[in-house]
Each structure stands twice: as C-alpha cells, then as structure tokens.
C-alpha cells in the first residue's frame, strides 16, 4: 500500500452548508416551516452548518474523496479511485476554530420550487489550506494519474458547498511518502 501526502490551498472561497441536528429533526417529525425564516433565525441557525469537533474546523473526508473522483472522470480513472485510493483521516482540520466571515444570499428552499428566502452560509476566505493522505491499495494506479485527478479535481470541482464558484483549489504538495 502506498501513503500519498497531499497538502492543498483555496483558490476560492469555502461555504460549510452541513445539515444541523435541529433541520434533521424537524424533517423527519414533518415540523419544516412553511415560511421564510427571520433574520435572527438565519443568524441563530448559521454556526450549525459548520463541520466542527474538539480541535476546529475540519472537511469531511467524503468531500474530497468525491471531489478527486470527478477529477479522475477527467483522467478516465474515477473507477480506479472509487476502489483503491481511501482517505487515511476521517475529518481533515483547517486548524481554525471559527469561520473567517459569512457569505449571504437568496436561494429557493428544497425542492427549489418555492419563493425565495435569505440563506446565510460560515465561509473560509480564499488561501484555506487542508493536509491529509490518501492511502492506495492498488500498486498499479500510476501516481502521476492519481496527481492529475487531483488537480484536476480542485480547479474545476472543488469542495463544500457552492461548488464550483466555491471551494476549488491547488494542489500544493503531492508526494509519496
């Protein structure tokens, strides 16, 4: 198995849209609103849609696992990924313990048929940067493919919410270790 280090930095800004414990109870008791919510609700309800643990701000792992694989539908190797490249981390920290601002704007409410209501998202300014690992199984998957997806998977993918305006990157540091 090989360990790949990957450092990578925000091109663009980062929007965090994690669902809260509070929106997922209310969808599964039938309790949605069925009106636009207030300025303080948009602002109460903001931080929860962070992805945050003990040490700060972190990307879920499946975020960047599913980003390298579109950029390795542009290699023809999104197969190869889906099944031998795994993230080593679960939780990848931005060594932040808060959002850099916020970013506002209006959008329709799922299904998206609806009127159109103020949404406020936790943002990360463009420079961001993550650290992590990839680990692959298969010896056989050239790392200079793996390398290829990956940049490919920041400048036109990226990761988090609001993609591609948002959350792209560059690869910084890939290398085998």
Known sequence: MRRIHVVI?????????????????????????????TKKEIVDDTDDKLYQNGQGLYAPAKWLKASLQKGGGLTKNSQWIEGVVFPEEKEILFHKKAPDGYH??????????????????????????????????????????????????????????????????????FKEK
Not at 14 to 20: A, E, P, W
Not at 152 to 166: K, M, N, T, V
């Open 104 to 173: 506002e704007d209006w959008v329709r409410r799922p299904p998206k048929t609806g009127t159109l209501v103020p949404t406020r998202w936790p943002m990360l300014k463009t420079g961001w940067k993550l650290t992590f690992n990839w680990n692959v199984t298969d010896e056989t998957l050239p790392l200079a493919a793996l390398k290829q997806a990956q940049m490919a998977s920041g400048l036109r993918y990226g990761i988090g919410d609001g993609r591609p305006e948002f959350g792209r990157f560059r690869v910084v540091e």
């Open 9 to 37: 930095e925000g091109v663009a800004p980062l929007l965090f849209n994690r669902m809260s414990l509070k929106v997922q109870e209310d969808i599964k008791s039938g309790h949605t609103k069925g009106r636009a919510p």
